[in-house]
């Protein structure tokens, strides 16, 4: 398949995944980071997030609270 044809028939969110993808790929395969690292970044990453959502529930559960 080629390029042109692959960016054809993804969808927005396809697109977006195979570039992650294929940047990932690249810089690792030229040692750019391992994928420790990477795994490392993104398990950080997911966890800044995850506590992202906990403060946005307890804020979300104070106010339902106090509005009672």
Known sequence: MSFDKA?????RDERFMATVYAM???LIHKQVY??????TLFV??????ERK???LTTRA????????
């Open 7 to 11: 960016m054809e028939i993804a969808s």
């Open 24 to 26: 990932n790929s690249l």
């Open 34 to 39: 391992t994928q420790e690292e990477f795994e």
């Open 44 to 49: 950080e990453w997911m966890n800044k997030e």
């Open 53 to 55: 959502k906990s403060r």
């Open 61 to 68: 559960s104070r106010a339902a609270f106090s509005q009672a």
